[in-house]
T-cell receptor, first 113, second 115 residues
Framework: SQTIHQWPATLVQPVGSPLSLECTVEGTSNPNLYWYRQAAGRGLQLLFYSVGIGQISSEVPQNLSASRPQDRQFILSSKKLLLSDSGFYLC????????????FGQGTRLTVV | AQTVTQSQPEMSVQEAETVTLSCTYDTSENNYYLFWYKQPPSRQMILVIRQEAYKQQNATENRFSVNFQKAAKSFSLKISDSQLGDTAMYFCAFASLQGAQKLVFGQGTRLTINP
């Protein structure tokens, strides 16, 4: 069966520090991968998605970047965090067809102080 | 660009009652998919139900059903015989047939089931 792992679960980082959140998927190959951000009391906003190794699409301009060094690994990064980067970050994967379910990781709560 | 609107930030009902959550969306596409996801306090996103736009029949999953009105671009979720475990944030989401199944989410409705 397929599983998705996302870590860390909680992170407190000072302004200006770097960020690296990692997400890995097991039990499937060539998944579509996604990073979403959920602000407090808000819906999920798509940040990045990837349909293959090295293929990254950005949905909104921001201080963050994403990379996909391996088929089932998706990394969210920042060189210098801003206070506005605080939020709940969710990684997800899907089989690529619009009808297929998107499976989400457990999320990372990031607080920038 | 597609948008999804959930006009009820919070709802509260008694256990065993029926509750309906509203969702409207905007798109110029004719074929697409709609979803309801549930996010309990654990924050884990869970698919509740999905609907293909080309199907006229409303989707049903046990106690969960939808009222899909394509012309009105409305997609409401009905929960029958509500249970305490249904307490969660509920998100309506849209996925286009084009692209990489990017989900566009509504703002969410916080549903509380009271004993």
């Amino acid at each position: 069966s397929q599983t998705i792992h996302q870590w860390p679960a909680t992170l407190v980082q000072p302004v200006g520090s770097p960020l690296s959140l990692e997400c890995t998927v097991e039990g499937t190959s060539n998944p579509n991968l996604y990073w979403y951000r959920q602000a407090a009391g808000r819906g999920l906003q798509l940040l990045f998605y990837s349909v293959g190794i090295g293929q990254i699409s950005s949905e909104v301009p921001q201080n963050l970047s994403a990379s996909r060094p391996q088929d089932r690994q998706f990394i969210l990064s920042s060189k210098k965090l801003l206070l506005s980067d605080s939020g709940f970050y969710l990684c997800a994967w899907s089989g690529g067809h619009p009808n297929t379910e998107a499976f989400f990781g457990q999320g990372t709560r990031l607080t920038v102080v | 660009a597609q948008t999804v609107t959930q006009s009820q930030p919070e709802m509260s009902v008694q256990e065993a009652e029926t509750v309906t959550l509203s969702c409207t969306y905007d798109t110029s596409e004719n074929n697409y998919y709609l979803f309801w996801y549930k996010q309990p306090p654990s924050r884990q996103m869970i698919l509740v139900i999905r609907q293909e736009a080309y199907k006229q029949q409303n989707a049903t999953e046990n106690r969960f059903s939808v009222n899909f009105q394509k012309a009105a671009k409305s997609f409401s979720l009905k929960i029958s015989d509500s249970q305490l475990g249904d307490t969660a944030m509920y998100f309506c989401a849209f996925a286009s047939l084009q692209g990489a199944q990017k989900l566009v989410f509504g703002q969410g409705t916080r549903l509380t089931i009271n004993p």
